[in-house]
């Protein structure tokens, strides 16, 4: 499957390209991202939330499947996260290193770690 931001980098390369005055633009001003994991997505929904996103309390959690973009967004912006595991995205690769109930999620947790 396409990583998040995929379309993004082709718009930003696309863009770049068509630059006819060759005019120094950086390729990251041409194009806002505002999904997971980026920042604004989550400060968008603490906003509306709790009408400022600097001041949230607790009540506030993540639920997501995907390390890559649920997960590490949340933690990137201090929200507390919750893994899905059982039907997720990673559900295959969990059953694949034990299952959820043989420590499956756990050896995904620790392979994703590593690559990082």
């Not at 082709?10 to 041409?30: H, P």
């Amino acid at each position: 499957p396409p990583m998040p931001g995929a379309i993004g980098d082709c718009y930003e390369r696309a863009l770049a390209g068509d630059n006819e005055k060759n005019v120094a633009i950086s390729e990251m001003d041409l194009v806002r991202r505002i999904g997971k994991p980026h920042s604004e997505v989550y400060e968008l929904a603490l906003s509306r939330k709790v009408g400022d996103a600097s001041n949230f309390d607790s009540s506030v959690l993540m639920v997501g499947d995907a390390l890559e973009t649920d997960i590490i967004g949340g933690k990137a912006s201090a929200v507390e996260s919750l893994w899905v595991v059982t039907d997720g995205i990673h559900s295959e690769a969990v059953e694949a290193a034990g299952g959820y109930e043989n420590g499956g999620p756990e050896e995904i947790l620790k392979g994703f770690n590593e690559k990082k």
